[in-house]
T-cell receptor, first 113, second 110 residues
Framework: EPEVTQTPSHQVTQMGQEVILRCVPI?????FYWYRQILGQKVEFLVS????????KSEIFDDQFSVERPDGSNFTLKIRSTKLEDSAMYFC???????????FGQGTRLTVV | KQEVTQIPAALSVPEGENLVLNCSFT??????LQWFRQDPGKGLTSLLL?????REQTSGRLNASLDKSSGRSTLYIAASQPGDSATYLC?????????FGTGTRLQVFP
C-alpha cells in the first residue's frame, strides 16, 4: 500500500542551525502539506503546496521556514535558524486533490538544544 | 476562524463496550471531515473520511456520522478491543488545510 515516507525519524540540532526535513509523498498525489505537533498539543497546519508553489500558509510559517519540491518525488521543509520552540514532531501529508483523503507520514521528531 | 473541539478528552472503558467519540466545529463551510488514530509518538493513521455531502461512513467496526449544519461529527466504535487504545483525532478540511481537534485519548482495558 502506498505511503508517505519521512526522513529522518529523529533529528537533534543545536539552536541557530539549519535543518532540512524530507518527505516522499504518495506518487500520484498533487497536494503536499507540512504540519507540526508540539508535545501535548494539537496538530497544527504549517503550509500547503500545489503546482510547485505555496497555496496556503499559517502564521507559524514565517520567513525562517521554506518548502521545496527539488525533484519529482521529494518534498522538503527547511528551517533556517532553529529555535528551542521549534522542537516538535513534524508531519508531512499528501492528497490526490484538495478535498480528498490526506495521508500522513510517520513524522520527524525535531529536538532543538 | 474554524475551531474544532473533541469531547471527552479521555475515556477508559472495558473491552467489548460500544463507545462514541464526539467532535464539533464552528464553521460549517467544510469540504470534508477526517478521523485519525494516533499511537503514542507515532504518525497519524487515517480511519474514515466523510465528504460534506455525506451523512455517514463505515469501515469495519467504525462508523462516523456528520451533521454539517450543526457542526458535529461522531465516531462510533463497536465492540472495543485493547488494540483500539490510542488517541483519536478529528480534522475538518477547510480551504487548503486540515484543522485538528485536541483529540480523545482512549484506553480499552481487558
Amino acid at each position: 500500500e502506498p505511503e508517505v515516507t519521512q526522513t529522518p525519524s529523529h533529528q537533534v540540532t543545536q539552536m541557530g542551525q539549519e535543518v532540512i526535513l524530507r518527505c516522499v509523498p504518495i506518487s500520484n498525489h498533487l497536494y503536499f502539506y507540512w504540519y507540526r505537533q508540539i508535545l501535548g498539543q494539537k496538530v497544527e497546519f504549517l503550509v500547503s503546496f500545489y503546482n510547485n508553489e505555496i497555496s496556503e500558509k499559517s502564521e507559524i510559517f514565517d520567513d525562517q521556514f521554506s518548502v521545496e519540491r527539488p525533484d519529482g518525488s521529494n518534498f522538503t521543509l527547511k528551517i533556517r535558524s532553529t529555535k528551542l520552540e521549534d522542537s516538535a514532531m513534524y508531519f508531512c501529508a499528501s492528497s490526490e486533490a484538495v478535498d480528498t483523503e490526506a495521508f500522513f507520514g510517520q513524522g520527524t521528531r525535531l529536538t532543538v538544544v | 476562524k474554524q475551531e474544532v473541539t473533541q469531547i471527552p478528552a479521555a475515556l477508559s472503558v472495558p473491552e467489548g463496550e460500544n463507545l462514541v467519540l464526539n467532535c464539533s466545529f464552528t464553521d460549517s463551510a467544510i469540504y470534508n471531515l477526517q478521523w485519525f488514530r494516533q499511537d503514542p509518538g507515532k504518525g497519524l493513521t487515517s480511519l474514515l473520511l466523510i465528504q460534506s455531502s455525506q451523512r455517514e461512513q463505515t469501515s469495519g467496526r467504525l462508523n462516523a456520522s456528520l451533521d454539517k449544519s450543526s457542526g458535529r461529527s461522531t465516531l462510533y466504535i463497536a465492540a472495543s478491543q485493547p488494540g483500539d487504545s490510542a488517541t483519536y483525532l478529528c480534522a475538518v478540511h477547510n480551504t487548503d488545510k486540515l484543522i485538528f481537534g485536541t483529540g480523545t485519548r482512549l484506553q480499552v482495558f481487558p
